[in-house]
């Protein structure tokens, strides 16, 4: 079944430490994203890559660094720059401009 | 920057009525991509209608339909003959079709969609 895999679901870590969230994508998408969601708000974008090897930051990038070395990954590094790091994270990607975001089933960190 | 606003953060329908969902959005683009997603308690997000800004025919998906009004820059969802299965987060998200522009989607805070059997 083609589709986006987040690992894990859930993930628990101790302050201080980096941590990274895994995404796999295999619809052979161009474009891949991490947003963050928190209670009571919308989806924000973390970091963005429309190909391979190159990234842009979102709106909300600090504390997060992520790579594209292929095109199925799109790993994410929660740093322990985050000053706010619990949060329920997705993945999405899409096939190009003005096509819908298909996501991951998300990955849901906890830091204490 | 664009932003999104769901000015309702929860609704509540009697099962078999109809419902709609709010929507406005604000940008100086001309051409953009509307969407509705659900997310039920699962967490997945699932895409519901889509809209293409410059097609003035409203978007329709068996029981979901849209109103988009594009100078009003209002995109609300309705929703007939509702379902117990509906019941989840409804977001409102726009997408720039500005090539070499920022991408990915900008979202709304969500709705709530309570359904009463």
């Known amino acids: 079944d083609g589709g986006i895999t987040q690992s894990p679901k859930y993930l628990f870590r101790k302050e201080g430490q980096n941590v990274t969230l895994s995404c796999e994508q295999n619809?052979?998408?161009?474009?891949m994203y991490w947003y963050r969601q928190d209670p009571g708000q919308g989806l924000r974008l973390i970091y963005y890559?429309?190909?391979?090897?190159?990234?842009q930051k979102g709106d909300i990038a600090e504390g997060y660094s992520v790579s594209r070395e292929k095109k199925e990954s799109f790993p994410l590094t929660v740093t322990s720059a985050q000053k706010n790091p619990t949060a329920f994270y997705l993945c999405?990607?899409?096939?190009?401009?003005?096509?819908?975001?298909?996501f991951g089933q998300g990955t849901r960190l906890t830091v204490v | 920057a664009q932003t999104v606003t769901q000015s309702q953060p929860e609704m509540s329908v009697q099962e078999a009525e109809t419902v709609t969902l709010s929507c406005t959005y604000d940008?100086?683009?001309?051409?953009?991509?509307l969407f509705w997603y659900k997310q039920p308690p699962s967490r997945q997000m699932i895409l519901v209608i889509r809209?293409?800004?410059?097609?003035?025919q409203n978007a329709t998906e068996n029981r979901f339909s849209v109103n988009f009004q594009k100078a009003a820059k209002s995109f609300s969802l309705k929703i007939s003959d509702s379902q117990l299965g509906d019941a989840a987060m409804y977001f409102c998200?726009?997408?720039?079709?500005?090539?070499?522009?920022?991408?990915?989607?900008?979202f709304g805070k969500g709705t709530h969609l309570i359904i009463q059997p």
């Open positions: 999405a990607s899409s096939s190009g401009y003005g096509t819908e975001a298909f």
């Open positions: 619809l052979n998408h161009d474009a």
């Open positions: 890559s429309q190909i391979v090897n190159d990234f």
């Open positions: 940008t100086s683009e001309s051409d953009y991509y």
């Open positions: 809209q293409e800004a410059y097609k003035q």
């Open positions: 998200a726009y997408r720039s079709a500005v090539l070499g522009g920022a991408d990915g989607l900008t």
